[in-house]
């Protein structure tokens, strides 16, 4: 049967009809946070679609948006026009808690989104509920878990049971779901397989023979281990992990507390690392100060600007002048020095009950004497540097000729190497040297020698289960906008002399909140550098002072991340700094803070204040270095 020609007709052109009509329909997608907090700024994002879910490119109509409002404004609605069918707000504001809708109203349609904000103080109680128990309980691992648990629970519709499911199957996972979290864990556990092999095969007793006719005293030793900090230059983790396993053996034998090595190794990772002209650190520095200088539409070069504010990061070169100092003066106050002289007077490195954060005592085992060779230890150490910095070199040629440049300075490659890959793979070429040096020399079976490469690794599975929660506590912190919220209270209108002093407190407050060096700087460095710029033009000051309060404030931002990275009990190179030197991580936390706050404050007042004036960073280097001298005669303690 034959359809009627006019029936065709009619049913094509209803059809056509239909279908128009339903590719005009509009449809708004509206993104935002799933967390907001009340009066802080977060970004809102609309689309305009069609029903079938394509963007509407040319659609440039207006729209009202109800239960917002822009920062400072006393609306609470926002008018807004599509730009090629996309509007993006910043600096948008909820001034309400609780659940609600973000609405959209075009013509006679509404839309809506559901929207929770918290207040702002909520966001800071995850990582200051795991500090404060982790300092009075010294528990690290319930801590944290305490403070993850605590940040799910605000996130999850305040379900207890609910946030806890949320710490396993949403925070620990994503802390692992990321492939640097992941080559850190195995560069950390190869790395203790490495240190499980020469502690077994009498390598690690031989350094401490060849070191200790240097060092045969306490401040020997706390000098060696102080500048063997500068020959680890090239990353902050290879740093903490080699020397304080290296020098561990040889500290222990001078009675010198564990509290203090991990103090000492800590102390000396973030600071060399970050202030290096060459190390994994400066790619991701340059990239971040690169950003905030075309903010403002300025033309310096990046690594020059990286350059210029090395002397002004006063908190890390003043607490590497302090270590050494203290090493120097056998003086120390505090928690430290009750440490110190009890490791000295009683022999013991560690309190008793000290919960050490690597178990060593599962790959020890003595050594004849003649097997104590000190070259099967160092070869294994010195295959892991060579390796590392090879790697550094391959990895960041590469990726430079694949950008099509010929011509490069060892800056730029190390900024384009992959340090991840290079730690990885000179962790591993560093545990298969040790293996081969123990068989082939016969001094430990194939069998054998696996085993101390395992017993290693499993030495190190607290200290993993440690990092693992301070990523984790980390990832509540971002979804909670705990940084953001901390900005957003300390930020103010002010001279602009007073910004870099400023700028390092709101960074290292951030830093130790969360715990996250990279991640401070990430947040802080968009801000400061167009802040610091508008408020100095705004004051009508000289180019010259403008770009004085300019690299005073990048420098801040790096300097205030470190002590974040240096001090915070949930940083992974604090806790790291525990494991490395098997020291209790809350021993080490609690015993290292003031000593961390003592330099900072030295370094606000004598530095970030007087340079953003116009005064020599060197003088205020000297000045600060002096001032730390009298304090450690005037109120430290000799430990003999």
């Not at 349609?109 to 995850?126: E, Y």
């Not at 996972?173 to 992941?182: K, L, R």
């Not at 004497?369 to 230890?377: D, E, H, L, P, S």
């Not at 100095?536 to 309060?549: R, V």
Request: one cysteine or more; glycine letters at 8%; charged letters at 15%.
């Amino acid at each position: 049967m034959k359809a009627h020609p006019k029936i065709l007709f009619l049913f094509l052109l209803f059809f056509n009809i239909s279908y128009s009509i339903e590719l005009d329909t509009i449809k708004f997608e509206i993104s935002s946070p799933r967390i907001v907090l009340k009066d802080i700024p977060f970004q809102l994002n609309i689309e305009a679609h069609n029903s079938l879910g394509k963007k509407l490119e040319d659609f440039n109509d207006s729209i009202l948006i109800k239960n917002v409002s822009y920062l400072n404004s006393v609306d609470d609605h926002i008018y807004a026009k599509f730009n090629n069918g996309k509007i993006t707000l910043e600096n948008v504001i909820v001034n309400f808690t609780g659940r609600d809708e973000i609405i959209i109203q075009y013509k006679d349609s509404i839309f809506k989104k559901n929207i929770t904000s918290l207040h702002g103080i909520l966001s800071i109680l995850p990582p200051l509920l795991a500090i404060l128990l982790a300092l009075i309980l010294r528990e690290v691992v319930v801590s944290l878990f305490a403070g993850v648990w605590l940040g799910a629970f605000l996130l999850y519709d305040y379900n207890l049971f609910g946030g806890l499911l949320r710490v396993v199957d949403h925070f620990i996972i994503n802390a692992i779901n990321s492939t640097s979290h992941v080559q850190i864990i195995v560069f950390s556990l190869l790395f203790g397989g490495i240190v499980g092999v020469i502690t077994l095969n009498g390598g690690s007793v031989g350094i401490a023979n060849l070191v200790t006719k240097f060092a045969r005293t306490a401040r020997r030793g706390q000098i060696s281990t102080w500048a063997l900090a500068f020959l680890f230059f090239f990353d902050d983790y290879a740093n903490v992990l080699i020397r304080g396993n290296l020098m561990r053996p040889i500290t222990d034998k001078l009675k010198v507390s564990r509290e203090k090595l991990s103090y000492i190794v800590d102390a000396g990772a973030a600071t060399v690392a970050s202030i290096f002209i060459i190390s994994t650190w400066i790619g991701y520095e340059i990239g971040l100060i690169e950003q905030g200088l075309k903010s403002i539409g300025s033309n310096e070069d990046a690594y020059s600007v990286f350059i210029a504010t090395i002397p002004y990061r006063f908190y890390p070169i003043l607490t590497l002048i302090f270590v050494f100092l203290i090493a120097l003066t056998k003086r120390d106050f505090g928690s430290m020095l009750v440490a110190e002289r009890r490791s000295r007077n009683e022999g013991k490195v560690t309190r008793d009950g000290a919960e050490l954060a690597a178990n060593l005592t599962a790959i020890s085992e003595d050594q004849p004497a003649k097997n104590n060779r000190w070259y099967n230890g160092l070869i294994p150490i010195f295959v892991v540097i060579i390796v590392a910095l090879s790697g550094l070199y391959i990895t960041g040629t590469e990726n430079l000729k694949l950008n099509g440049i010929q011509e490069y300075s060892i800056g730029e490659i190390i900024s384009k190497s992959d340090s991840y890959s290079s730690l990885l793979w000179a962790s591993f070429s560093g545990g298969l040297v040790a293996i081969l040096l123990s068989v082939f020399q016969r001094i430990l079976s194939l069998r054998k020698a696996v085993e101390a490469w395992f017993n290693g690794i499993r030495s190190m599975i607290l200290a993993i289960m440690i990092l693992v929660l301070a990523w984790s506590i980390g990832n509540v912190a971002e979804e909670l906008h705990t940084a953001d919220y901390l900005v957003q209270i300390l930020r103010g209108t002010i001279d602009p002399h007073f910004l870099p002093v400023l700028t390092f407190l709101i960074a290292a407050i951030i830093s130790f909140a969360t715990g996250t060096s990279w991640g401070t700087m990430a947040i802080m460095m968009p801000l400061v550098i167009p802040l610091g710029h508008t408020l100095s033009i705004d004051a009508g000051l000289m180019p010259q002072e403008i770009t004085l309060i300019l690299h005073g404030n990048i420098s801040s931002v790096l300097a205030g991340a470190v002590f974040g990275d240096h001090c915070s009990p949930i940083s992974d190179t604090t806790i790291m700094s525990s494991m490395a030197s098997a020291c209790d991580h809350i021993d080490h936390v609690r015993t290292q803070l003031p000593y961390a706050l003592l330099v900072a404050l030295v370094g606000m007042l004598v530095g970030d204040i007087p340079t953003a004036y116009g005064f020599s960073p060197y003088i205020s280097v000297i000045l600060g270095s002096g001032i730390l001298f009298l304090f450690l005669y005037l109120f430290g303690k000799k430990v003999d």
